[in-house]
């Protein structure tokens, strides 16, 4: 029987691991972790958090110059890291790149009520992506409102803009709980009372709504409500394994405040010796064909105690 979560008993999360996966991992040291790239797996570094999220938002630059009117072409991008988005709207006004048969999928939205979150609500995801880079684009260089894709509760017609275009990049971050968008492990319920599901299974699932982990609902007070837990909804529509597997590339993005030294050597890991379990749901990216992890180098630090 698999042991039953330290962090939350009634889930399913990376702490019901065998020990030896995680001390492994809690073990790898910087040159450890550059070392775990395969064919399809590729750890990237970076000295300077300024470097790091340049890269970042090249990566829609990137994207959006392939684009063309018989092959239209976009990005999906997280909100976590949002460092990169002021960065993608400067260089596309600078490089006067026209963004006009360009894509934008939005990763992940709060639901409260049975009803996404408009973009009056203060966390929103929508939101931040338009404040802090759609709506800093010079017009003349937009993208068509029409082609940006943000997730609703009613999924359809998000789920139907995957066929429109070709998503060269999804972009994402790492929660603590290890997940990808809000790919948050199941509750340890039903069918998966004694053990999570099959990665075949998880795979299956595409754009939904989902209740959200203990730790992904503290992870995101944390970091953007300081601390006020009561301010951040329990359920939030995410883009699924399923439009996961449609991008080209997966690229996450590990600046060290989205989850800490542990959690980004333990997904790596996992990542390259291809040991998949759903209680860490990036694990199952060990089976997209190009996968890249791109560190902050000084995020990594140790996993050594130190008591202050």
């Avoid at 009561?230 to 449609?246: D, K």
């Amino acid at each position: 029987m698999r042991p039953i979560s330290k962090i939350a008993p009634d889930w399913w999360d990376y702490t019901t691991l065998d020990r030896d996966v995680l001390d492994e991992a809690a073990r790898l040291t910087e040159k450890d972790i550059v070392g775990l790239s395969r064919p399809g797996f590729k750890v990237c570094l970076y000295d300077t958090l300024e470097e790091f999220y340049l890269a970042e938002a090249l990566e829609y630059i990137h994207a959006w110059q392939s684009a063309t009117e018989s092959n239209p072409a976009g990005i999906c991008g997280p909100i976590g890291p949002t460092e990169q988005l002021p960065l993608v709207a400067l260089l596309v006004n600078e490089l006067n790149i026209s963004l006009k048969h360009c894509h934008f999928w939005g990763m992940d939205e709060w639901v409260v009520d049975g009803k996404e979150v408009d973009q009056d609500f203060p966390l929103g995801f929508a939101r931040a992506d338009m404040e802090l880079c759609f709506n800093r684009i010079k017009p003349e260089l937009a993208m068509p409102k029409e082609n940006l894709h943000f997730p609703g509760v009613d999924t359809s017609k998000y789920i139907e803009s995957w066929k429109q275009a070709r998503c060269v990049v999804m972009q994402g971050g790492q929660g603590e709980v290890k997940h990808w968008a809000f790919n948050d492990p199941p509750k340890r319920e039903g069918a998966y009372t004694e053990m999570p599901p099959s990665a075949k299974t998880y795979r299956k699932l595409g754009t939904r709504v989902v209740d959200l982990h203990p730790l992904t609902l503290m992870q995101n007070a944390r970091t953007s409500g300081g601390g006020a837990v009561q301010n951040v909804p329990h359920q939030a529509v995410t883009v699924g394994p399923s439009e996961t597997w449609m991008a080209e590339k997966v690229s996450i993005w590990h600046p060290g405040h989205h989850d800490n030294p542990f959690g980004m050597r333990l997904s790596a890991l996992m990542i390259s010796k291809g040991i998949v379990d759903t209680a860490v749901p990036m694990s199952l990216l060990a089976d997209h064909p190009q996968v890249q992890f791109n560190y902050y180098r000084g995020a990594l630090g140790t996993c050594e105690v130190e008591m202050h």
